[in-house]
Nanobody
Framework: QVQLMESGGGLVEPGGSLRLSCTAS????????VGWFRQAPGKEREVVAC????????FYEDFVVGRFTIAKDNTKGTAYLQMNSLKPGDTAVYYC?????????????????WGRGTQVTVSS
């Protein structure tokens, strides 16, 4: 059973930065497509960014374009979400998800494995 773990969340002031990390137990994320999703209180889970397994193509939801960067370090088997210029509207629990498909997976329903999430709070 693949288990994912997110880390790097916390409290940051508007305009600040955080880097989230996602690791997997027993497997390397080198072999998986990875997505980052978030869920704010009272709202549905939404895609933030994702990266394909086959060629490293990326997708970003419009509200993070130019501010967030998704990446995988295949030597470490770890995925990252670098978040810059954070806004209060970015406050949410952030989840990483992984899937064996080589494709770019934008829909949450396509992912087989999920972490438990890490809280990101943007507030002054």
């Amino acid at each position: 059973q693949v288990q994912l773990m997110e880390s790097g969340g916390g409290l940051v002031e508007p305009g600040g930065s955080l880097r989230l990390s996602c690791t997997a137990s027993g497997v390397s994320l080198r072999d998986y497509a990875v997505g980052w999703f978030r869920q704010a209180p009272g709202k549905e889970r939404e895609v933030v960014a994702c990266i394909s397994n086959s060629d490293g193509r990326t997708f970003y939801e419009d509200f993070v374009v130019g501010r967030f960067t998704i990446a995988k370090d295949n030597t470490k088997g770890t995925a990252y979400l670098q978040m810059n210029s954070l806004k209060p509207g970015d406050t949410a629990v952030y989840y990483c998800a992984a899937d064996k498909s080589p494709n770019l997976q934008e829909r949450a329903s396509l992912y087989d494995y999920w972490g438990r999430g890490t809280q990101v709070t943007v507030s002054s």
